[in-house]
């Protein structure tokens, strides 16, 4: 079969790539520069028997979809900073009462209203701490069109296997940039569906993970199971609990069931790290000029090295650490006051000089600058 | 006792439950209950949402699907269910401060749409779960912890709210009378739209104790003497009607429904054959 070729926005490609993945609904309010993703679920949501409302606010949106997900379909939101700072309250519900649930930031400079037609990366910290309390935060962080799509996907696969909420970071520049699209008609995607309860609805315990994975199953609410979903910090059953053995079993499950698969989460992309004594550590929009700049330095001699973050979170701290043990310095550009390299610092652990490189001028990088940096820390 | 069909409904083993002796919310639990049983529900169909509150707790006592959301915000969660799995009964119960303060909007956008979802507003006119502050509700000149000198505020009169905001079946009872709350709830849950049903609660312990009604039954006698019926408060001045309840049936209309509209959509578009 020939492959499908699309020239698509960054934005526009993501909503393609959810509606891959099997997302049937989708919660919103629109904000400049995610709209557009709204804007292709409304269209073709009903299309294929899903569902697409506007909500009056985004605390609203992202409700609606975490409400259409105990109902067994998969879900998603999608905004910017501002409404991004509204979804936090009911992304800790989401956490808490863990259920499978996609979120697109498509950063923006800030805070409050800042840039709403430019590209930050001022939202890193706040996709990893935003909503109060412990929890685990997957995040990714695509820099292609073609990305974007296959993100979605993965996004997807991750949030109903885990049973959680996972993020993607996107940006102002990525989301309204056009590039090709393939989508490949003879392999199709790999597609994960939430686990699903064995046992009779008067046994189901909607908390109690496998034992053989550690990660609960997931009934519907519709589908013969009675259950009980709260925010409140509860047990094995879904009901409330002041006992502090099974808060702590709760807590801890909520962390430990992404930290132990640490390993399968984290996602990095590298080039020219063997001997790099300068790595460049970089993700989203800005591994693109990153790239760039390391390939420039490479001609002219300099050994530099290119680190992109695929995920955010969890950061890929083991993987930093074992190259900055052979090279000099790590550079770590962003679009921010400097967020990522304290988590590329504390990952380093002193084996390398880290030095931050920031644009908080609404614009992104260009290949020379970053060049320019790799020359004067190099 | 309750009915043996309504204790098939309770998750039995929470009870003596959390709320104060002699507090509304429990009439109202038991109203609900029975208004679902006799219009016929399944448990495992019907799904009971809620926000933050003394009020909001009521789901962890209902053996069906039950959800308690954040403060404010149940009815944007229970549309997303509605509008995901039509099938479901949804009944969405909040206090006062749930409906009419924090999610104020909500409420007024799902009268707006119309969507066929069951509110119940357990309105005890003030924040009993944070201690007797006082709520959108609560009456010009009454105490609360943050208005000790009496409250300075107009307050909201929900089921004009509702009105105005496009709900299409509004009726408003008080838990002195739960034969009227029972049937006002069961006509709301049958009736196809979005239906409020605010029902005057009470909160001896954080209301009743800073406003001359100490003990439940003070409560009780307030509301039975303050009660007037709609027909006949509709031939009293507004000087008679100081201080009244007013209850009854204030709309009962229909209008489309939002998840049969979105299911037109669906059809209209092809995805039915999906
Ligand atoms: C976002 C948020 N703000 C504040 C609170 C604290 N809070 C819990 S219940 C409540 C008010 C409850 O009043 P009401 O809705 O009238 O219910 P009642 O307890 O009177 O039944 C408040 C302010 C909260 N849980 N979440
Ligand atoms: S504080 Fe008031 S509303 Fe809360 S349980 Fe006690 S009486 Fe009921
Ligand atoms: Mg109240």
Redesign the interface.
């Known amino acids: 079969m020939k492959n499908e070729i699309n020239f698509w926005q960054g934005n526009v490609a993501l909503a393609h790539g959810a509606l891959a993945a099997g997302c049937r609904f989708f919660g919103g309010y629109p904000i400049t520069p995610s709209s557009e993703i709204a804007e292709v679920m409304a269209e073709e949501l009903p299309k294929l028997n899903g569902r697409f409302i506007q909500m009056e606010d985004e605390i609203a949106g992202i409700a609606a979809a975490i409400g259409a997900s105990m109902t067994g379909r998969k879900s998603m939101t999608a905004t910017s900073g501002p409404g991004f700072s509204l979804k936090q309250e009911n992304l800790g519900l989401a956490y808490m009462a863990e259920i499978p649930l996609v979120v697109v930031d498509v950063m923006r400079g800030g805070p409050s209203t800042g840039l709403p037609t430019s590209i930050s990366q001022q939202d890193v910290m706040q996709a990893r701490w935003g909503t109060h309390g412990d929890h685990a935060t997957i995040a990714y962080a695509p820099s292609s069109v073609q990305e974007c799509y296959e993100t979605a996907i993965k996004a997807f696969n991750m949030a109903e296997r885990f049973r959680q909420p996972v993020l993607i970071m996107s940006d102002e520049v990525l989301g309204h940039m056009r590039e090709r699209v393939t989508i490949q008609k003879d392999i199709m995607p790999q597609i994960i569906n939430r686990k699903r309860p064995a046992v009779d609805p008067d046994e189901f315990k909607p908390y109690k993970p496998d034992d053989k994975d550690n990660l609960p199953p997931m009934a519907s609410f519709g589908d013969g199971y009675r259950w009980h979903i709260t925010g409140l910090t509860h047990n094995e059953w879904g009901f409330p609990t002041n006992d502090p053995a099974e808060i702590e079993k709760k807590t801890r499950r909520l962390m430990d069931k992404v930290n132990a698969y640490r390993d399968e989460i984290v996602e990095y992309e590298t080039e020219s790290i063997d001997d790099a004594e300068i790595l460049v550590v970089s993700y989203g929009s800005v591994a693109r000029t990153a790239l760039s700049a390391v390939r420039m330095a490479r001609k002219k001699g300099l050994k530099a090295g290119f680190f992109r973050l695929v995920t955010l979170w969890p950061f890929p701290d083991r993987e930093i650490e074992n190259i900055a043990e052979k090279s000099r310095v790590i550079l770590v550009p962003e679009l921010n006051y400097g967020q990522m390299v304290l988590e590329t610092e504390r990952a380093a652990h002193g084996k390398a000089r880290v030095v931050p490189y920031n644009l908080v001028n609404g614009e992104l990088f260009k290949p020379e600058e970053i060049l320019e940096k790799i020359e004067e820390v190099g | 006792m309750p009915r043996p069909e309504v204790m098939d409904w309770l998750?039995k083993q929470?009870f003596p439950h959390l709320w104060c002796p002699g507090c509304g919310h429990g009439i109202i639990l038991h109203a609900i209950l029975r208004a679902l049983i006799d219009s016929g529900k399944k448990?495992?169909?019907t799904?009971i949402?809620s926000g933050?509150g003394c009020s909001s707790r009521m789901?962890?006592y209902i053996?069906?699907?039950?959800?308690?959301?954040?403060h404010g915000?149940s009815l944007?969660?229970?549309?997303?269910?509605k509008?995901?799995?039509p099938?479901?009964t949804v009944v969405d119960v909040m206090g006062d401060g749930d409906c009419a303060a924090i999610g104020g909007?909500?409420f007024i956008?799902a009268c707006r749409r119309n969507i066929n979802i069951t509110a119940v507003v357990m309105n005890n006119n003030i924040y009993g779960m944070t201690g007797g502050q006082a709520s959108p509700t609560t009456p010009l000149g009454a105490k609360a912890t943050t208005a000790p000198y009496g409250s300075i505020e107009p307050p909201f009169d929900i089921c004009q709210l509702a009105q105005g905001a496009g709900a299409t079946y509004v009726a408003r009872a008080t838990i002195a009378n739960p034969v009227l709350c029972e049937k006002y709830i069961k006509n709301g849950i049958e009736h196809k739209g979005f239906s409020v049903v605010e029902v005057i609660s009470s909160c001896h312990t954080q209301f009743g104790r800073r406003n001359k009604r100490r003990t439940p039954l003070d409560n009780l006698n307030f509301l039975k003497t303050a009660s007037v019926q709609l027909a006949k408060a509709s031939s009293m001045s507004e000087e008679e009607l100081e201080g009244k309840i007013i209850i009854g049936e204030f709309v009962r209309k229909e209008i489309p429904e939002y998840t049969e509209g979105?299911e037109k959509?669906?059809e209209a578009?092809?995805?039915?054959k999906?």
């Open positions: 998750r929470f448990r495992e169909e799904v949402a933050i789901p962890g053996d069906a699907c039950t959800v308690h959301t954040t915000r944007a969660f229970a549309t997303g269910i509008l995901s799995n099938d479901l909007n909500h956008h979105y959509l669906i578009v092809g995805g039915s999906v």
